[in-house]
Nanobody, 123 residues
Framework: RVQLVESGGASVQSGGSLRLSCAASRYAGSCMAWFRQPPGKEREGVAL????????YYADSVKDRFTISRDNTRNTVYLQMNNLKSEDTALYYC??????????????????WGQGTRVTVSS
């Protein structure tokens, strides 16, 4: 079993930046992802990174603002978030153990989840 621990969530003002980290207890598979769940809404995929080459995928809502990266030597994945907006307010989760499927943003296709870290963006 893989344990995932997120950190870095905070309250920031609109336009600010944050960097989230997710440390895995061991190698967590080729792909790791970030999801988020805004208050009262469904969990949604934010970004995915796969393979040694670090191929990335992003939700349209965060493209050009967020960057996912990975340090394979530390089994850690990061999410750099710039130009934050109030609609980015959510509980952010790290996910691993992607089983593959038609859509990387389908949260049901992941085996492992962290406990979440909260991001609050005020305007």
């Amino acid at each position: 079993r893989v344990q995932l621990v997120e950190s870095g969530g905070a309250s920031v003002q609109s336009g600010g930046s944050l960097r989230l980290s997710c440390a895995a207890s061991r190698y967590a598979g080729s792909c790791m992802a970030w999801f988020r769940q805004p208050p009262g809404k469904e969990r949604e995929g934010v970004a995915l990174i796969c393979g040694i080459s670090g191929t990335t995928y992003y939700a349209d809502s965060v493209k050009d603002r967020f960057t996912i990266s990975r340090d394979n030597t530390r089994n850690t994945v990061y999410l750099q978030m710039n130009n934050l907006k109030s609609e980015d307010t959510a509980l952010y989760y790290c996910a691993a153990g992607f089983r593959g499927g038609s859509s990387w943003s389908d949260h049901s296709l992941y085996n492992y989840w962290g406990q979440g870290t909260r991001v609050t963006v005020s305007s």
